[in-house]
């Protein structure tokens, strides 16, 4: 299993940013496939999720309304767009894929400052 994030970046409050996880070795219709964030000092939290080759989805409370979690089934892909974002949002963003076992990328930074 590999994943590998990208679009990460500088933003404005207000601003949008998308996500994409590229995911290798996984099958979107057995893995949950999740998107994590870390912020300095604080614990991991988990930010959305989506199953069942994209069936199903869940989001953690404080991104609920701004962030859309998708996947394009035939690439491989997993996305996170991120809308109306704020300072709080900053943080490391991991692509996780479960089914058994966990499996992490390398990360990709999100900072949202004026």
């Known amino acids: 299993v590999q994943l590998v994030e990208s679009g990460g970046g500088l933003v404005q409050p207000g601003g949008s940013l998308r996500l994409s996880c590229a995911a290798s070795?996984?099958?979107?219709?057995?893995?949950?496939m999740s998107w994590y964030r870390q912020a300095p000092g604080k614990e991991r939290e988990l930010v959305a999720a989506?199953?069942?080759?994209?069936?199903?989805?869940d989001y953690g409370d404080s991104v609920k309304g701004r962030f859309t979690i998708s996947t394009d089934n035939a690439k491989n892909m997993v996305y996170l767009q991120m809308n109306s974002l704020n300072p709080e949002d900053t943080a490391v963003y991991s692509c996780?894929?479960?089914?058994?076992?966990?499996?992490w990328g390398q990360g990709t930074q999100v900072t949202v400052s004026s």
């Open positions: 996780n894929a479960r089914r058994s076992t966990h499996y």
């Open positions: 989506i199953w069942s080759a994209g069936g199903n989805t």
């Open positions: 070795g996984v099958s979107f219709k057995s893995y949950v």
